[in-house]
């Protein structure tokens, strides 16, 4: 668990971003006030990667006092959709985080951003060059050198002015004209030479529909969305450090306009803040990639529990409280590294524990007949609903003469230390009784079909009447009562840790191929109420949830969470 070390101790220190907006909120700037904002761009689902950013984006403006906004950043209209910003609200309030009134479309801004532009133009900080994007880079030169001026670089206000307003009318054709802002071709930040703020696109947006033919870019329309909102701090992963520059650069020229916020006496200037971006083994973070696994239908969906998504984890059953220790523990940091998932899971195990109903599935059955109990005959014995939880009571489980046991709670030649059943062996049958292995019966192929057993009529609830020690404990469920129900067991999405590190591979080469797997287990008749999205310990097996979209009342789909360390056979009789 790579990052275990950066986790702050409970509330003992800060992270270096809490670190910094207390010093902004101790010298008073912008008036001590915090307003921090999360700004997904609505273009695909939200993944546990931005979970990192809801956590600290909600979690800065919480600790201290202020508000978090939710924003569209919608300024880029290729590939952005009603049916992800309803996804992104969804997700950000599954996670546990409210957003006031404070939801906003940066589209809305459009007409702001271009009235600056023009003004831009007129105070001779921007303009229309003619250069195609090649000839653009060629001039843009490298870090270590510097570029060259466009030849468009020194029109009048005049000439800018009104090239762009055509640019705006659609005379010209897609990627002929942009405008650019008139900084420093010499600059060692090469965001700093003369940066492009708008170019035509004749692409239809889903909110502005084809209102529009020119579009601002990221580095332009980011921070203007930041100031007209009364962002106090903008905070974002490490890959843009390196434009905070042109960030602040902008923030000075529509402080130069008077375009800044005032609220209570003060000028809102937004910091841009940095911090690394979630990476986890096993995983991909790029919603780029995650639609390709979608589009190529190599996943169920955005949603499939396999999915390093918001609604793919819920789906699969993650708890949002688990995901936010998940995001404490993992800490804030200025130093991009990987994450062990294993963390994740431990973050998952732990809180389901506290809050999981146990029940009893077999998932790979194999039938036990006790011999010395009455045929016909069934009675019910109690079952802890969690161990954990002092409040949760019991339930009845029924009992009968054939039980399913899990093939590999048997050996038929024990090895060293299995303390589970085999034959002459005696083992504790969960809540019910003692059961000692008698004989067993085989197909052809060898393969045991039925165990035989007696059982202790004096062991009603599996304590031996005279201490005798009984070391294994198993779960069962009675063959009458069974219900069989289909159990998806879900694994890891990718058979690396790293899936994209070896760029002469694609990340789909590393595609688990079992990591879905869909078995019938046979499960304890109180499972078959269980409400789509209810999470269950599966004893001795792992944490599974009725699952949302294929459960209907009383045939529910089973996902596997995630898996249990078997730790518990050694556990004595409750
Ligand atoms: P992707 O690379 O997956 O497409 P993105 O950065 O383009 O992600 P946005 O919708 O722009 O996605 O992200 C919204 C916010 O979430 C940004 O502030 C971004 O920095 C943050 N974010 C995105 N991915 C991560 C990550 N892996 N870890 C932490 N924060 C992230
Ligand atoms: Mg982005």
């Known amino acids: 668990m790579s990052e275990t070390k950066t986790a702050p101790e409970s509330g003992t220190s800060r992270h270096f971003v809490s670190q910094l907006i207390a010093d902004d909120v101790a010298a008073a700037r912008n008036g001590g006030a915090v307003v921090t904002r999360f700004p997904p761009e609505p273009n695909g689902y939200l993944h546990i990667g931005h979970a990192k950013a809801i956590t600290i984006d909600f979690g800065m403006a919480k600790e201290f006092g202020g508000r978090c906004h939710l924003r569209m950043d919608d300024t880029n209209p290729a590939k952005e959709s009603d049916e992800y910003v309803e996804s992104i609200k969804t997700d950000v309030r599954w996670l546990g985080y409210d957003w006031g009134d404070n939801f906003y479309y940066s589209a809305n801004l459009f007409e702001q951003m271009y009235a600056m532009a023009e003004e831009l133009c007129r105070r001779g900080h921007a303009y229309v060059c003619e250069l195609t994007q090649e000839q653009w880079k060629e001039y843009r030169g490298i870090p270590t050198l510097p570029g060259r001026a466009s030849p468009f670089r020194d029109r009048t206000p005049e ?253 038929e030649v024990p090895a060293k230390k299995f303390f589970r059943l085999a034959p002459g062996q005696e083992v504790r049958l969960r809540y019910a009784c003692l059961l000692t292995c008698t004989q067993v019966e085989k197909d052809d192929t060898g393969r045991i079909t039925v165990i035989h057993g007696t059982y202790d009529p004096h062991s009603r609830g599996g304590h031996a009447p005279d201490g005798r020690k009984v070391k294994g404990t198993i779960h069962w469920v009675s063959v009458r009562h069974a219900q069989p129900v289909p159990v998806r067991l879900y694994d890891r999405l990718f058979t690396v840790p790293a899936p994209l590190a070896d760029e002469s591979k694609s990340f789909l080469d590393f595609l688990n191929p079992n990591a879905l797997q869909t078995i019938t287990g046979y499960v304890e008749p109180a499972l078959a109420a269980a409400a789509p999205g209810e999470r269950f310990q599966f004893e001795r097996i792992g944490y599974f949830c009725a699952d949302t979209r294929d459960s209907v009342p009383g045939a529910p789909v089973f996902n596997r969470t995630v898996t249990l360390r078997d730790s518990w056979s050694k556990v004595a009789a409750q």
């Open 159 to 411: 000439e800018n002015l009104a090239l762009l307003r055509r640019m705006r009318a659609g005379e010209f054709a897609d990627g002929t004209l942009c405008l650019r802002a008139k900084i420093d071709m010499a600059s060692p930040n090469i965001h700093f030479r003369d940066p492009v703020l708008y170019r035509i696109m004749r692409v239809a947006h889903y909110h502005t529909h084809d209102r529009w033919c020119i579009y601002p870019m990221y580095d332009f329309a980011h921070p203007i969305e930041d100031a007209l909102e009364g962002i106090t701090h903008s905070l974002c992963t490490l890959e843009f450090e390196v434009h905070r520059p042109l960030y602040d650069w902008v923030i000075d020229r529509m402080d130069e306009m008077g375009l800044l916020v005032v609220r209570e006496g003060h000028k809102i200037r937004p910091i841009q803040r940095e911090f690394a971006r979630l990476s986890l083994t096993y995983t991909i973070m790029s919603k780029r990639l995650l639609l390709q696994l979608v589009q190529e239908k190599r996943v169920a969906g955005w949603d499939d529990p396999r999915m390093p998504t918001i609604c793919g984890l819920r789906r699969r059953g993650y708890t949002p409280e688990a995901i936010r220790e998940f995001c404490e523990r993992i800490g804030v940091s200025k130093y991009n590294s990987e994450t062990d998932v294993a963390l994740l899971e431990y973050c998952l195990r732990d809180h389901l524990n506290k809050i999981a109903v146990r029940r009893m599935a077999v998932l790979d059955p194999v039938k036990v007949v006790i011999d010395n109990y009455p045929e016909g005959q069934e009675e019910t014995f109690e079952a802890q609903n969690n161990p954990e939880d002092p409040n949760a009571g019991t339930h009845p489980v029924p009992f009968s003469r054939e039980l399913y046991i899990e093939r590999d709670d048997f050996m």
